[in-house]
């Protein structure tokens, strides 16, 4: 059974309003492989994150091509605040308390089986160097035990709107080209290793990205959105690690003082 279909008034709302947003910014969407989300039955999107509105880039291209809603797995920190948190409520959206991910999972794997389609961040965070990181088994795990495909989705050009670590200003958002590309499903069987399989989904993320990069209609050359393997000036791999690894330092001095 899928229930993406019925009526939901906020989810609705939320919709209208990111259209007209990237409409406002006049974003050039170009959108490969999206016949591969299927019409109706679960599925996991496990997508890129090179920047913060990739969960809405994503969902805006699902809907324009088949009306389909995505439930989006958030921290529960997120919920917590008051606005927020109603409006993800009102989505259908799945908390995920860091210290107790049973409940969060079980809710998944629900959701999935109930026909949903489930956004995952498999690299479980930003990446500042806007290259693939490695991998959470999660997003194979849920869709191994739900019995459903994986679908890696790959976003170019989000992190121009809005990423981490980096000022984006007004006007630079304007006319930006975001690029999509769904790749095939990746089936899973029940027995299967969840790392091997995480890696297989890791290779074929990397390739949609590879591509994406190279079809690119704008040159990266010394800009700050490209990755320094391709002639940017985004951090390293190594550099944006070490920049998470000081943050979370940083985070777990002050609450250890708090």
Known sequence: MTR?????????TAIIVGRGLFGFWGLKRRVRGVEHVPGTGGAVLAMTH???LDFALVEWVTWLANRRRI????????FDKPIVGRLLRGMRHIAVD???GAAAYAKAVDALRQGELLG?????GVSSSFTVRGLKTGAVRLAAEAGVPVIPVAVWGGQRLLTKRHRVGFFERFGVPVT???GSPVQLSADEDPKVATERLRTSLQGLVDRLQREYPVDGTGAWWQPRSLGGTAPTPEEAAEADAARDRARAAREATS
């Open 180 to 182: 999509f590309a769904f």
């Open 50 to 52: 090179f920047g913060y």
């Open 71 to 78: 439930r989006f797995m958030a921290k529960q920190g997120a």
């Open 98 to 100: 860091m210290t107790a």
């Open 4 to 12: 993406g279909r019925s009526s939901e008034p906020i989810y609705s």
């Open 120 to 124: 995952v961040f498999p690299e479980a």
